[in-house]
């Protein structure tokens, strides 16, 4: 065995498939100074027994692009190595037994094309003859992927293994990690049984482990361990080893090929955790006693779709924990608030289909200082504060898994662990017929039901149960006046001296603006990519209160710390609890707010883009005039004690302009009339500001600095390639979710990243990138005849550069 080094550049803890991919993946690129320590031997932890399926298809592009890095890596492989991987493209197939579910693979077909993913719709009797040993009674129908395959997980990471070290990487087993050593808020070391090996990077792969590996350097791993189970055949006559992988989700189970017998597992819909009170000692190669009562309504269900099952001899049950997430997806990225910790690790039982993506990611990650594109869908900075809770992690990753297989409906929210972050007005509104949604551990309304509906979410393809309601609080949000509970928005300050440099070099928008003002600007990374999408408001020379969305707390947070210039006298304070923040939005909101406050809120005293402070009902209110509905109105920032009264006081004073309560999803819906970007679905680290329509908000005539400045200028005078644009169709059947790809004359030109219905235009509205490499121009956007791919169903619609509803923006500044 190697001798353990004083020092290395990267030190990489944990050598299963994702930290032998990483370890690859950093050598190749030229980190040959990379050591990888195993606590015992190679795949010892999880991937020993994983099952080896490899599916690419996911709800977003990016993570999906980076499954398919794991398919052309696997590929390719053994030729480099030398060491087979066991790889086999023979296709994967998933079953639909109900229309809801044949919905479901319709539209996860067209995401595929989207993607550029190839992807088949079958009818029953062309899948079973790809799947001979099926039942196929009760199919509606199937998909299948050619690209997918499976894979020998032993094997493909000792062939990683192999490649690491000929790109120069040391691996040591036998050596567990007993410490991690920081300076000045960085990683410096890594302590193990073996001795010290000082370091720039730590990226930590433990597996089940991470959580473990992680709190020794102060950070939040949030995953847990969950026994899964899978079944192994003798071999079974009329099984070829070319069989696709099967899934079928109705009957929560999976199948692939093995040396002629069958693999077959499944996700029960009440799993078990595991080492719940911590790991036993020496857990290597090692699995948990067979729990054949837990297991046999999954294989009830199996043998109802292979008959062939009930004859099979059984070789073995694996019964092998693994670690889990609680929004199923894994986990990658810096690790927040500690420089030069890196995870890799929660991958939620598709760790070995996405090996080999993710280790190149983290790999260009830690090497290029970014991202090399958008992973914010599984960017640890994703978690925030109930995730620090370890039993509140427990309790929705067992519900996730146990709807794993579950159909994904649109808007569907999860029930575990809630209520937990509450604003003021929670009881209030949940007595007035709020229904809740959660992120972020807030609670937050998302409609309310008038007396006499259901005060719950049914779920739907079609229209779903809360459509005419969020269209009575578009309405009146439109017509009247409306108040939204916004209260779980994430707020800082920037405080210090040299706050103005500070975020004059972040923002690329001018901040440099006089006191009382309020500033939309992105922030951006080294690509011109946009990393945070935020307002600004400047409350002193050297005080400002920044406002992102709820579920970027800890990402925006870390960001703006990260790239905050040393030397400087700025420190980011999180005041998100401080307040609650309530959104008067509508025509009558001036003659509200009015009758609450003696100070002057006329157009000419309180214009559009301002902040002041307001008296309301006893309490000092941060008034923000600004919207995201698209009408006149203000955000009311109020001290969190204060909020029921101002609120009370509010809903009063509204009555006779006929106030009313209104949540998330009407604002989604006046959003998307007004064209407003989201962050996470139409605008990201991906898209720059001129892509995404922004181009105003950015500071190039100023000729200040600022970071992404470069990236942007170099694009100065050039083409786009992509352009954000708004799509309508009126088709009455239509509902658009997002990921429905765009074609132009024909062709194929991109996806949407958002959609919905517009209720004041009374038709469908979404938004995506259309693409094009050779360059686009308005002239050539507008000249293209449209058509959206919805669920398959190609349908006519109409496309617009710019905002459909209130174009001129009288409405907000009246």
Request: charged content about 20%.
């Amino acid at each position: 065995m190697p001798e353990l080094p004083a020092q290395a550049r990267a030190v990489v803890i944990g050598g299963g498939i994702i930290g032998c991919s990483t370890a690859y993946h950093l050598g190749k690129l030229g980190w040959r100074d990379t050591l990888v320590v195993e606590r015992h031997r190679l795949t010892s932890g999880s991937t020993h027994h994983a099952a080896g399926l490899v599916g690419q298809l996911r709800t977003s592009a990016n993570i999906t692009q980076m499954l398919g890095h794991s398919v052309a890596l696997y590929q390719a492989l053994e030729a480099e190595t030398g060491l087979a991987s066991g790889w086999k493209m023979n296709g994967g197939l998933r079953l639909a037994c109900s229309a809801a579910r044949w919905t479901e693979l319709r539209r996860q077909a067209t995401g595929a094309r989207s993607f550029g993913l190839e992807m088949h719709l079958l009818s029953p009797r062309e899948a079973g003859a790809l799947w001979p040993l099926m039942d196929i009674s009760d199919l509606v129908g199937a998909a299948f992927l050619p690209t997918d395959g499976q894979v020998n997980p032993a094997d493909v990471t000792q062939s990683l293994a192999r490649g690491a070290r000929l790109h120069g990487v040391t691996i040591l087993e036998d050596t567990d990690v007993v410490g991690i050593e920081l300076e000045g808020g960085r990683v410096v070391a890594v302590v193990t049984s073996r001795g010290r090996v000082a370091c720039e990077v730590v990226v930590n792969c433990a597996g089940q482990w991470a959580r473990r590996v992680g709190l020794m350097a102060g950070v939040n791993v949030p995953l847990v361990s969950v026994q899964h189970q899978y079944l192994i055949t003798d071999a079974i006559p009329g099984i070829d080893r070319g069989l696709p992988t099967l899934r079928d989700p109705d009957r929560l189970t999976y199948f692939k090929e093995d040396v002629g017998g069958l693999v077959m597992g499944g996700y029960e819909p009440n799993p078990r955790p595991w080492a719940v009170d911590g790991f036993p000692d020496n857990f290597n190669f090692q699995l948990l006693q067979p729990d054949w009562d837990h297991f046999q309504p999954v294989l009830d269900l199996a043998i109802a779709r292979v008959p062939a099952l009930a004859e099979a001899g059984v070789k073995e049950l694996i019964n092998g924990p693994e670690s889990f997430t609680a929004d199923g997806n894994f986990i990658i990225g810096p690790a927040p608030n500690v420089g030069g910790f890196f995870v890799g690790a929660g991958f939620n039982a598709f760790g070995i289909a996405s090996g080999g993506g993710a280790g190149r990611a983290l790999a260009e990650w830690i090497v290029g200082g970014e991202a090399p594109y958008d992973v914010w869908p599984v960017d640890i900075r994703r978690f925030g504060a109930p995730h620090r809770d370890i039993e509140w992690v427990r309790k929705r990753t067992l519900e996730l898994y146990g709807k794993h297989y579950a159909i994904a409906w649109p808007g569907e929210e999860h029930a575990s662990g809630r209520p937990l972050r509450r604003s003021p007005l929670y009881e209030q509104l949940r007595a007035q017929g709020a229904v809740f949604g959660e992120k972020l551990g807030w609670e937050r309304p998302n409609w309310f039901a008038a007396p006499g509906e259901a005060a719950r979410d049914e779920y739907s393809f079609a229209r779903p149960n809360w459509f005419a309601a969020v269209a009575r609080e578009h309405q009146a949000t439109r017509e009247r006046v409306a108040l939204f509970d916004q209260t779980s928005f994430a707020k800082f300050l920037m405080l210090g001296r040299d706050a103005e440099r500070a975020l004059g070099w972040i923002c690329a928008n001018d901040v440099a603006r006089p006191v009382g003002s309020l500033i939309y600007t992105q922030m951006l990374n080294g690509r011109g990519g946009i990393e945070c999408d935020v307002t600004v408001a400047r409350l002193a020379a050297d005080r400002y209160y920044l406002v992102t969305g709820t579920g970027f707390a800890t990402h925006d947070h870390d960001w703006i710390t990260r790239h905050l210039p040393a030397g400087l006298d700025a420190r980011l304070v999180d005041v998100t609890s401080a307040y609650a923040v309530l959104a008067l939005m509508g025509p009558e909101s001036r003659r509200v707010l009015e009758r609450l406050t003696h100070d002057d809120v006329s157009n000419a005293a309180f214009p559009f883009g301002q902040v002041r402070p307001l008296s309301v009902e006893g309490a000092t209110v941060l008034a923000l005039r600004i919207t995201y509905v698209g009408e006149l109105g203000w955000e009311l920032h109020v001290p969190v004690e204060c909020g029921a009264t101002v609120y009370a006081a509010l809903m009063q004073a509204g009555a006779d302009a006929g106030i009313v309560n209104a949540g998330y999803r009407a604002i989604e819906s006046l959003r998307l009339e007004k064209g407003y970007r989201a962050w996470g679905a139409d605008i990201g680290p991906d898209h720059t500001p001129f892509e995404a329509g922004l181009g105003w908000a950015v500071k190039l005539g100023t000729g200040t600095g600022f970071l992404g400045r470069e990236a942007l200028e170099s694009r100065v005078g050039l083409p786009l390639q992509k352009w954000l644009c708004g799509f309508t169709t009126s088709a009455p059947a239509v509902m658009l979710l997002g990921r429905e790809t765009i074609y132009r004359d024909g062709e194929r030109v991109g996806w949407l990243g958002s959609g919905g219905f517009g209720h004041t235009l009374k038709t469908n509205i979404g938004y995506g990138y259309v693409r094009r490499p050779e360059g686009l121009t308005r002239e050539y956007l507008l000249a293209g005849r449209y058509e959206l791919e919805v669920a398959t169903e190609r349908v006519p619609c109409s496309i617009s550069l710019g905002p459909l509803y209130d174009p001129r923006m009288e409405r907000i500044r009246a």
